[in-house]
Nanobody, 114 residues
Framework: QVQLVESGGGLVQAGGSLRLSCAAS????????MAWYRQVPGKQRELVAA???????NYANSVKGRFTISRDNAKNTVYLQMNSLTPEDTAVYYC????????WGQGTQVTVSS
């Protein structure tokens, strides 16, 4: 059974930082593309950042230079370090694992106050 468990969300003031974690089980973590998506009510879920099995990364333009995705294959965990947060970053953040099948975590709320 595949499980993706996110943690680290919360309330932070604009300009602050948060670090999200996603612990994976039930998959061969090291071969999966891992990603973070976010969604606000009434909008489509959007890609925030992704990291390939070889460590290469890509980011949404809106977070480049502020967010960093990383992975620890020994811990089956992917991270999203979020700096210089703005109210526009407020969303539910979802962890995603994909290869052939896509898997999702339950989501963690990030709220940035102005």
């Amino acid at each position: 059974q595949v499980q993706l468990v996110e943690s680290g969300g919360g309330l932070v003031q604009a300009g602050g930082s948060l670090r999200l974690s996603c612990a994976a089980s039930g998959i061969t973590f090291r071969i999966y593309i891992m990603a973070w998506y976010r969604q606000v009510p009434g909008k489509q879920r959007e890609l925030v950042a992704a990291i390939e099995s070889d460590g290469s990364t890509n980011y949404a333009n809106s977070v480049k230079g502020r967010f960093t995705i990383s992975r620890d294959n020994a811990k089956n965990t992917v991270y999203l370090q979020m700096n210089s947060l703005t109210p526009e970053d407020t969303a539910v953040y979802y962890c995603n694992a994909r290869r052939v099948t896509w898997y999702w975590g339950q989501g963690t709320q990030v709220t940035v106050s102005s």
